[in-house]
């Protein structure tokens, strides 16, 4: 097991660390074993991910939300290099491959991309996921996985400035949230920097927060996020956390 992570690693460092975007074909035989798939991203934002996340390429069983295996992507990827993963050979429990952000413990945050290996049954090939380019910036995965998914459809775009008079729309929600006052609880604050147990933010959106506003953000959360929204709920912390005033 450590013979292959190390294995792995290596490939994937020396993968990366030639700009040329030229990938490498077939790093391993897809033998009858399981298979192969080969993820090509470019990434940016690397160094605003919090030091708590990796992004990487990861293989769930359905219904566990804890990673099986994982391919980590270096934190040290400078912004727009090419990168390539090859997995060699996916055991069959393996239901989605997915390129996501995960935490310390493999559990996954949000999904950037994932194939469904059951769409590939017949597959002898290897299987190509080309995820583009990605932003992994705290805020830049928030806004696309979070806000754009959950939130904007009342915060802003429909057009105007939102329910509560907050937008969250992309590049408007910094400024709506940032050590900015509520318009509905008189002297507290939306975003509260460095600080994510006074935020409102955090207050509405954690367990217990159903009743604060008059509308139900817990739920919001929780009917996107499923069972990865106590891990969405630790990466909005994170973010609020690192914000500097
Ligand atoms: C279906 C509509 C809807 C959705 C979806 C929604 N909100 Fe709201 N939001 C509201 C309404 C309505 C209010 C004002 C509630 C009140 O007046 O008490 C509000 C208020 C807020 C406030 C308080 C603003 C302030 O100034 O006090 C925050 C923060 C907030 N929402 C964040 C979010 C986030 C983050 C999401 C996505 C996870 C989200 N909302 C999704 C309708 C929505």
């Not at 566990?64 to 992507?73: E, P, R």
Request: hydrophobic residues 40%.
């Amino acid at each position: 097991m450590a013979n292959k992570k190390t294995f792995f690693l290596a490939a994937l460092l020396a993968l990366t660390s030639c700009d040329s975007g030229n990938i490498v074909e077939d790093v391993a035989e897809n033998d009858e074993k399981g298979r192969a798939v080969k993820l090509s991203v470019k990434v940016s934002g690397m160094a605003d991910l919090n030091e708590k996340y990796t992004l990487a390429l990861a293989a769930f069983k359905s219904d566990d939300n804890y990673a099986l295996t994982v391919y980590t992507i270096p934190a040290t990827t400078e912004d727009n290099a090419p990168v390539s993963i090859v997995v060699p050979s996916l055991s069959s429990e393996v239901s989605t491959v997915e390129l996501a952000i995960i935490d310390r413990l493999r559990q996954r945050v949000v999904s950037l991309e994932s194939i469904d290996m059951s769409d590939y049954a017949k597959t002898t090939d290897t299987i190509r996921i080309d995820a583009g380019t990605v932003n992994v910036g705290m805020l830049d995965i928030l806004q696309q996985h979070v806000f754009n998914v959950a939130c904007i459809q009342c915060h802003g775009a429909g057009g105007g400035s939102g329910a509560a008079g907050l937008n969250l729309t992309e590049g408007q929600a910094l400024q709506n949230l940032q050590d900015a006052a509520s318009s509905r609880k008189e002297g507290r604050f939306r975003v509260v920097s460095g600080s994510a147990s006074q935020s409102l933010l955090h207050q509405i959106l954690a367990e217990g927060g159903e009743d604060i506003l008059h509308y139900n953000h817990t739920e919001v959360l929780s009917s996107h996020f499923k069972n990865d929204v106590t891990a969405v709920r630790t990466f909005i912390d994170d973010w609020i956390n690192g914000l500097k005033k």
